[in-house]
């Protein structure tokens, strides 16, 4: 499988049933910390949500990134609309074809609706088919006890723990790292498929 042309350079807007996701824009702002404050999210200390309590340094950070070809930040929509969190492709190495998916948060509101199983299985089909990445990763903080379970659920492996490696708020933390690898792919794409079917039947 080769890479899509211009996959890695142009933003695609991926829809699903329950989310659609497309390029985050600056009027967006307003809408991500409303959809921050359902549920108080800035107030997780151990996720980088926690940024967004300076909106405009956040959202400059974020363009930084995306102008620079190392992210390309997503609003996530439900049906109606209504944005109800962000999530991006970080960390992105045409070269090496390698990415991470992070910076991601939900309003409380539509969370275990769907809406993330969703998201993940839509950046990670276009990940892995359009983009024909290698490997695609996901890290959380080290007390982000709930991210971890949710990322093995989704059936991304542990690679291990960097220790030491990022300081947020006066704080050194520890990150563990997830991967999935283009072996792993349809496995895990069929794993998605089957988790998305048990929300929509209600089991």
């Not at 190392?70 to 390698?98: C, I, Q, S, W």
């Not at 910076?103 to 024909?132: C, I, P, W």
Request: hydrophobic share 45%; charged share 25%.
């Amino acid at each position: 499988m080769t890479a899509a042309p211009n996959a890695w350079t142009d933003q695609p807007i991926l829809t699903g049933r329950h989310a659609t996701l497309r390029p985050l824009v600056m009027d967006d702002r307003d809408a991500l910390v409303a959809a921050a404050a359902d549920g108080a999210i800035t107030e997780l200390f151990f996720t980088n949500v926690a940024n967004l309590r300076d909106p405009d340094a956040y959202m400059a950070a974020i363009f930084v990134e995306r102008d620079f070809g190392r992210a390309m930040p997503f609003a996530v929509e439900t049906p109606d609309g209504k944005l109800v969190g962000m999530t991006r492709y970080m960390r992105m190495n045409a070269a090496h074809r390698r990415l991470e998916i992070g910076g991601t948060f939900y309003a409380r509101s539509v969370q275990r609706s769907g809406v993330n199983t969703e998201a993940k299985l839509l950046l990670l089909t276009h990940a892995f088919e359009a983009m024909d990445c290698n490997v695609v990763q996901i890290r959380t903080d080290w007390f982000n006890k709930k991210s971890q379970t949710a990322i093995e659920r989704l059936g991304a492996k542990r690679d291990g723990v960097l220790r030491n490696h990022q300081t947020m708020d006066g704080r050194i933390r520890d990150l563990v790292v997830y991967s999935i690898i283009a072996s792993e792919w349809a496995g895990v794409k069929t794993n998605l498929h089957y988790l998305l079917q048990r929300h929509e039947g209600g089991r």
